[in-house]
């Protein structure tokens, strides 16, 4: 159990891949902060599927857009486990498909905010406990190639993720390794709500490994990065997408 012992938070952790990120550092021994904002039910199932192994999970509502809300959730975790070691900044979201021409100041922010500031925020709150340990950003293949139709603001935010990503790894380094993801087209609620089913086949058929991906692919890579598998990574942002695109 790599990470018995540790302490992690998963922004976002209520659903899909950030319920697949808490289930499995959990798997790996860590005490387990599942924040969400509205997807209450499926955070406190994944308590139970925490506790199915041993594992220790708490589930906390909070909006990471707000101090208020970052405070609750890293102060619960010092609270509860003494130490923040692992954090995986998985908040974020396309909110809707507009084209920039369309669009309103207010939705441009809060994509903006939805995706960068939230991770801004957590991260700097985290920084004031962790000594040493990684953080696991959740960017996208948006971020390398511009996002689909309508999704300017998220593909932006999600590039401005992997630059902080960079940036972060040199300002934190030796004691903190900070390391990025950029999933391609994964089956979750997000492309369930986002994405037409025939846009979904048609990029399975153009994908050398033919399907989708799954969450758990994602969890794969987050528990790699925050273990010490990974001791000479940092500053990267992997491409995990089934060959869709190649960087």
Not at 12 to 31: F, P, Q, S, T, W
Not at 86 to 107: D, P
Not at 197 to 212: G, M, Y
Request: proline share 2%.
């Amino acid at each position: 159990m790599m990470l018995k012992g540790k302490t992690a938070i998963v922004t976002g952790g209520g659903r899909d891949i950030g319920r697949a990120c808490a289930v499995e550092l959990a798997r790996l021994g860590a005490n387990v902060i599942i924040n969400y904002f509205s997807s209450a039910a499926s955070a406190h199932d994944t308590i139970g599927e925490v506790a199915k192994f041993g594992g220790q999970a708490i589930a906390v509502q909070a909006d990471l857009n707000t101090q208020e809300g970052v405070d609750k959730v890293v102060n619960l975790a010092v609270k509860e486990f003494g130490s923040i070691d692992v954090l995986v900044n998985n908040t974020g979201g396309l909110v809707a498909r507009q084209k920039i021409t369309e669009m309103s100041l207010e939705h441009w922010n809060t994509v903006m905010d939805l995706n960068l500031t939230s991770m801004f925020l957590m991260t700097r709150a985290c920084l004031s406990h962790m000594k040493t340990g990684t953080i696991v950003n959740i960017a996208s293949q948006a971020g390398r190639d511009g996002g689909g139709p309508g999704a300017v603001p998220y593909a932006t935010s999600k590039g401005a993720v992997m630059a902080m990503t960079r940036g972060l790894a040199k300002e934190l380094g030796p004691e903190i390794r900070v390391n990025g993801i950029c999933p391609g087209m994964i089956d979750t609620d997000f492309h369930n709500v986002h994405t037409k089913d025939e846009v979904r086949r048609n990029v399975e058929a153009a994908t050398p490994l033919k399907r989708q991906g799954v969450p758990q692919d994602i969890a794969n890579l987050v528990a790699f990065l925050a273990t010490d598998q990974s001791g000479f990574m940092t500053g990267t942002n992997i491409d995990i997408n089934g060959g869709t695109l190649f960087s």
